[in-house]
């Protein structure tokens, strides 16, 4: 029986896809697999930052609507064996996916891999609340910044309130994510804290992932962060948080970029 | 001139997070607990008018959320000129 996770945030831009498909990875580098689900539909982005956007033949609104059964839709990584992708369609429009057709999917993958993770639509309109309806916990992922801090309280109250597990009047378990987090910035008073950022969302922290290049290279590459570049600070802060999702008690840091002594020197990037 | 400038400049995180904590108390209020708590705002605000000037801005309803129990808390802010009972024979408008 799988673990549902929902990626969401209210505001776009803030690292959902980038999140989900790094913590997809994370999990399954561990050896467990993974099912990465697109929910935005109209706009998907999932299956590009994954670099499997030549292999979509089939889509969520496909097998929601039963036209095709799961297996002929989940796209298999080419690099992570136990991690699939179910992406969203890109022509239909958001209203072609039905509740009950969430509800037969979800419970399809939750039959069939320990994790299954929704990469929401921003907004808090009718995507977004169907791809958080049947989930277990929620990943909240916010921009160390007003709006984004905000639009994640906002966001916390609907998991309270339109999940399947509220409605059950189940606590549904919430956990921050805090991406493009400057720690030199914050340091100086000009971006808001951790603490600044805990104290106003309360809720607990999955992990810190500082900003970095790292992230648009990968996406660029097509390829998770966790992937593109194991070692960098961004991917040693998804997988922190990939082992803290597991039950795994890990100390709570801000990864920074190792530099050798090399390339402090000569201050370059090396290409791929 | 420009070290002047970088010197004095004030932080602008601290300015954030309280601007937020404003907003979110209100947005809460207003968002929240399905209604429950604008609901209960309108219509305490409703009884207190009833004997005492109270500018709706300076109701707050909140609850705070503990493990077990969750604390309504209810804070109204009132001039102390205003903090006696209106005479019945005034109409409407702020007592003069």
Avoid at chain 1, 150 to 159: A, K, T, V
Avoid at chain 1, 255 to 265: D, G, I, T
Avoid at chain 2, 11 to 18: C, D, G, K, N, Q
């Amino acid at each position: 029986m799988a673990e549902v996770l929902v990626v969401t945030s209210g505001k776009g831009g803030v690292g959902k896809t980038t999140s989900t498909a790094a913590l997809g990875a994370a999990l399954a580098q561990t050896g467990r697999t993974v099912a990465v689900v697109d929910f935005d539909v109209g706009l998907r982005n999932l299956d590009l930052v994954m670099g499997a956007e030549r292999r979509v033949v089939y889509d969520l609104i496909n097998v929601a609507n039963g036209d095709v059964r799961l297996q002929q839709a989940l796209i298999r990584d080419k690099r992570i064996e136990t991690m699939y992708l179910l992406a969203a369609s890109q022509t239909r429009d958001k209203d072609a996916l039905s509740e009950e057709g969430v509800r037969r999917v979800i419970g399809e993958l939750r039959d069939r891999f320990d994790w299954v993770i929704c990469d929401s639509p921003a907004g808090i309109e009718r995507g977004a609340t169907l791809a958080m309806r049947y989930a277990d916990l929620a990943v909240v992922v916010t921009n160390p910044e007003v709006s984004s801090v905000r639009d994640s309280d906002r966001i916390i109250g609907l998991l309270d309130s339109k999940t399947i597990k509220a409605a059950r009047g189940e606590r549904m378990e919430k956990l921050l994510l805090l991406t493009r987090y400057d720690k030199v910035r914050a340091g100086r008073g000009d971006m808001l804290g951790i603490e600044d950022v805990l104290e106003i969302l309360s809720i607990p922290l999955l992990g810190i992932v500082p900003e970095s290049e790292e992230v648009l290279r990968a996406s660029n590459l097509g390829a998770p962060v966790t992937m593109s570049n194991p070692t960098s600070a961004p991917a040693r802060a998804y997988m922190d948080a990939a082992r803290r999702l597991c039950g795994e008690s890990i100390a709570m840091t801000i990864p920074s970029e190792r530099q050798n002594l090399l390339s402090k020197l000569f201050g370059g990037r090396r290409a791929a | 001139m420009k070290i002047f400038e970088l010197l004095s400049r004030r932080r602008s995180a601290p300015l954030a997070r309280e601007r937020l904590q404003i907003l979110l108390t209100h947005e809460r209020g207003a968002t929240g607990q399905s209604g429950l708590i604008a609901v209960l705002r309108e219509e305490i605000l409703a009884v207190i008018a009833r004997h005492v000037d109270v500018a709706p801005e300076k109701v707050d309803v909140r609850v705070q959320d503990g493990d077990e129990l969750a604390v309504l808390e209810i804070d109204v802010e009132i001039p102390r000129a205003m903090a006696r009972p209106r005479s019945p024979w005034e109409r409407g408008g702020r007592a003069a």
